[in-house]
């Protein structure tokens, strides 16, 4: 356990530490070399410049302290670094590397602000260092010592032009990455709505069905037969405690905080698929079933389920049929499922005539997994659900078959 904490606490340290650097390194890319090479440049240009005293250098840490607010106070940084280098300037002192500051300031600006607002300020930064250091160029002393007008103003202009341009560049880089982890979170959530509203359709809905017919059972049967009937209430009791946890598990994803790992309940599959017959078979179907299916992946197990159960639902709530035909097996990389009733054949509606999404969840589920789904009409009466959903490489375990037959 004190492993564990001491790991744990490394993982808060870090960002911790790195935070701090991230805020440092920009002052001591100002204070370093102002303290180290301002002396070193004066004595390259003693014939026009002032010799470094302890304002130099308290200009140097004073613009290498405000920097250390530039990532909440950008503009403060600025306007400190820009204050500091013009003074410098015009007391005289050497050009060197108090100049870092320029760069360093317009740099921050560029990478917190929008590009309008961070165009505004470091052009006012640029005009202030310009003209503080075009007084010293319009000196005779700064002309006979081969100092342009011209290069002072490339150089000043880079000093700003080059770390707004750089930083909001990155700046930009990053909200565009931000806006594409922000649709891919909300395209995360919306597939994760669907799935849930495809599960409770196919959960809640085949619970509801079966609930449905074994009612009509029951009623048909109370007076005549109340071991059937007693029978028949205990298969609707069943169906309908699958169907609430299958309710429950769902809304337990949606009440989990986000990033916590959800509760869910056992996953379904073809294992369940000879408590699916005899459910459908005691709503009154006569089912066939031939299951030849080995070990499979729990996304194609689930999926290859959720279709059979969708199908014979449709039996149920549909297509008025009494017998119906169940084939699924697997041959070598793919499951191949059929699903085939002698009813109406007029496809899945509801009760008001209109189609159902019932087709269209089975699809998407095939679909998702590289499969295909189709279903229709059988030219011999009847309707007919064929799936196919591929089963990746190294699931091939020995057959556990499950034939089955109505009784």
């Known amino acids: 356990m004190t492993g564990e904490r001491e790991r744990g606490g490394d993982r808060v340290r870090q960002p911790d530490l790195r935070r701090l650097w991230n805020a440092l390194w920009p002052a001591l890319l100002v204070l370093v070399p102002g303290l180290f090479g301002t002396r070193g440049a004066s004595s390259e240009q003693t014939d026009w410049s002032r010799p470094p005293e302890p304002l130099a250098y308290g200009l140097v840490v004073f613009a290498a302290a405000s920097v250390l607010a530039q990532r909440r106070r950008p503009g403060l940084t600025l306007v400190c670094c820009g204050g500091a280098v013009v003074t410098y300037l015009l007391v005289g002192y050497a050009y060197g590397p108090m100049l870092i500051a320029v760069p360093v300031a317009a740099a921050g600006v560029a990478d917190a602000w929008p590009l309008r607002r961070a165009l505004t300020w470091n052009g006012g930064l640029f005009l202030a260092v310009h003209l503080a250091g075009a007084v010293r160029f319009g000196t005779e002393t700064a002309a006979r010592h081969n100092m342009p007008y011209l290069g002072w103003l490339a150089a000043s202009l880079a000093a700003v032009a080059v770390p707004t341009a750089a930083w909001a560049a990155v700046r930009i880089r990053r909200e565009s990455e931000e806006g594409v982890r922000s649709a891919l979170a909300r395209r995360a959530a919306s597939e994760e709505r669907l799935r849930m ?37 205990e298969a609707i009791r069943d169906a309908s405690r699958e169907s609430l946890e299958s309710l429950r598990a769902e809304l337990n994803v949606l009440r989990t905080p986000e990033g916590d790992p959800a509760p869910r309940r056992a996953g379904l ?3 369940d698929a000879g408590v699916l017959l005899d459910r459908i078979r005691a709503g009154g179907v006569t089912v066939d079933a031939d299951i030849q299916v080995r070990h499979l992946p729990p996304d194609v197990d689930l999926a290859a389920y959720r279709i059979l159960q969708e199908s014979l639902t449709n039996v149920l709530r549909h297509a008025r049929a009494t017998r119906a035909g169940v084939r699924v097996r697997q041959d070598d990389d793919v499951v191949l499922l059929d699903v085939a009733d002698d009813g109406a054949g007029s496809g ?42 591929p089963v990746p490489a190294g699931h091939g375990l020995p057959a556990a078959g499950m034939p089955g037959s109505a009784p």
């Open 197 to 233: 509203a495809q599960e409770l359709h196919d959960s809640v809905g085949h619970g509801l069905a079966v609930i449905a017919m074994q009612a009509g059972v029951a009623l048909h049967v109370l007076d005549r037969n109340p071991a059937k009937a007693r029978q028949t209430l």
């Open 269 to 271: 599959g073809m294992d």
């Open 348 to 389: 899945p509606l509801s009760p008001d005539g209109h189609r159902g999404t019932g087709i269209a969840g089975m699809t998407a589920r095939a679909v998702a997994l590289g499969g295909e789904l189709v279903a229709g009409p059988r030219p011999d009466g009847g309707f007919a659900v064929h799936a196919r959903l």
